[in-house]
């Protein structure tokens, strides 16, 4: 079975090719703005004028016509509704052109599930750490459940938005890292955990305020060890009750290396492991929409014209996963 994946909730236009399970092509195309963070409108000008030459690139990478392909699966939600939009036209209207079966697929899942096949990992609890979301996730009973998430922005937004206010621009994380690492000062700064939820809106806005009475390396250094000792504690609160030994950790934050060690380190002590899913799964991509697709329509789930509507606040929850 040939399975064509698009992917488009937020930055970037991806499309990828799997091949009876197997991923054959990825191909993408990543909006940066020029200067603050995702303007949607912008955005989604981006995928509306790479959508075809995307398209036509990973077909040619893939090595086939598009007369070949089974099936369409498509990101659906969540996400940023204008840009969302690109991707579900462009996957409805080849199915119907085609005449090939569609499946609307969760973004949150798909990195997941392509996580899960790279990695080896069974039945992980799931640290999800992205631009727009921050969610601990487990399954149980047939679905992939909730267990943490943070109460106000995503932690990759709170990155940025402390990056932005030091100079650096959109994304922020990886230079905002390197500078951490050269930090040497620990500044208490709040710290937020309720239950398994956490908070990051009043400690961006401490660490902004604070900027201009410490050195940038301490203060990028001192908001990681926070930030990121909030999600390892509500991760292990979640492993503490529901008795899972692995995690997966994806999404763009997921390439942060202090937060992997911070991982590795509570993980080792309650005899688990750490992992994260590869780098090129971990960014947004059309590949993981095509693999869970696949699995879906292989379950006999698809998604009919009339309900193949965006879902910008699709939760991760609401979705059936018979191959749990
Ligand atoms: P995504 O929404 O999954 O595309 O992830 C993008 C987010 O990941 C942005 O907020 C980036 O700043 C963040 N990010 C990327 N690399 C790193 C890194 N090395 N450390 C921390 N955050 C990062
Ligand atoms: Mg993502």
Redesign the pocket.
Known sequence: MITLGIEST???FGVGVVVDGEVVVNQKSMYRPEKGGIHPGEASEHHYANAVNTLKNALSSANIEKEEIDSIAFSQGPGIPQCLQIGATTARSLSQTLDIPLVGVNHCLAHIEIGKKETGVKDPVTLY?????SQVIGAAGGRYRVFGETLDI????A??KV?RKIGIP?????E??KLAEKGEKFIELPYVVKGMDFSYSGLVTKVQRELKNHKKEDICYSFQEHAFAMLVEATERAMAHTGKKEVLIT???A???R?NQMMETMAHERGAISVKSPLKY???NGAMIAYTGQKMLKKGVNTQFKDSGIRPGWRTEQVDVPWL
């Open positions: 937020a930055h970037t750490v992205a631009g727009g979301n995503a932690i990759g937004n990155i940025d990056a959109h994304p922020g994380g990886p905002l890292e999404g763009g934050v390439a942060n290396q937060l971990c960014m947004d």
